[in-house]
């Protein structure tokens, strides 16, 4: 009795620091970083004379000047509240295709639904092979290619997101497929469930706010890349800055990227709040 009197009455011992406390981890953390940082500038090709040129043309041009200026004349304001409507739907058009597609088949290729027999490796690779190849392919080649094979606007920009948002989310939710707790599949096995039971009862009541929570970020960074995608034809308010970058009129693309700003702020407060009321 006294010794295990004596054993609970010990001080829990603290967690062992390393030799040296911070420093023996963040002085050679700090060198590696600094030597990876100077090998990355090696390939920049960037020299004094670039600098000097940059600050001469800075000197010459009117570019900051015009862009601390916004146009908010009404047909301005109009044009930029058209095209950033139509951003708007590009990005929600092509989130809510991949969602719709990738969902299905990110059960395939999630570890713990397919692996338990050869068949269901030969699925899993292929599947994990596939959406690794679309996040692989940057959204503006995919937007080029649709442009080309059917027509600038924002139809072709809408199916590039789609593409580029399966390769994404497939990853994201097929990770989330494989981190359910198995009390709940043990369960539903054990009653005699097959493999739709399981995932219906056991896996998409774990994983849904998940699927949720990663499909409102995808939405908020194709609000983003549909601009970007824009740049090549892809319609909304990317074609817009396009063509006032050719024609250097900065004052109206101030004005669309102050609306750009607006938009992505918004979406990114909306989706912060949705994803803290569901995880």
């Known amino acids: 009795m006294h010794s295990n009197k004596a054993e609970n009455n010990k001080t829990p011992k603290l967690p062992v620091r390393p030799p040296g406390g911070t420093a023996y981890w963040l002085i050679p953390s700090a060198i590696v970083i600094a030597a ?7 390939g920049m090709d960037f020299t004094r004379k670039d600098l000097e040129r940059a600050k001469e043309n800075y000197r010459k041009s009117k570019i900051l000047s015009e862009l601390m200026h916004p146009d908010f004349s009404p047909d301005t304001v109009e044009k930029v509240g058209n095209e950033m409507v139509v951003t708007i739907q590009t990005a929600i058009f092509g989130t809510l295709l991949a969602i719709l597609i990738t969902f299905p088949l990110a059960f395939f290729a999630a570890f713990n639904i397919m692996c338990s027999s050869r068949s269901g490796w030969v ?12 996040r692989a392919v940057p959204a503006l080649v995919i937007a080029i290619v649709f442009v080309t094979l059917i027509k600038i606007g924002p139809f072709a920009g809408a199916l590039a997101l789609a593409v580029h948002s399966i390769g994404q989310l497939g990853k994201l939710f097929a990770e989330s497929i494989e981190q359910v707790e198995k009390g709940p599949v043990e369960a539903i096995t054990a009653l005699g469930g097959n493999k739709p039971k399981v995932v219906w009862y056991a896996i998409l009541p774990q994983v849904y706010p998940y699927f949720i929570a990663y499909s409102l970020f995808m939405l908020d960074i194709n609000v983003r890349m549909s601009m970007v ?6 319609g909304g308010i990317g074609q817009f800055l396009q063509e006032n970058i050719q024609l250097l009129t900065y004052e109206k693309i101030s004005t669309a990227l102050i609306a750009l700003l607006i938009v992505v702020l ?14």
């Open 266 to 279: 918004s979406f990114d407060l909306f989706s912060g709040w949705v994803r803290k009321k569901i995880i």
């Open 123 to 134: 699925v899993y690779v292929f599947f994990r092979s596939f959406f690794s190849l679309l």
């Open 229 to 234: 995608i824009g740049l090549v034809g892809a």
């Open 36 to 42: 990876i940082l100077y090998w990355s500038w090696t």
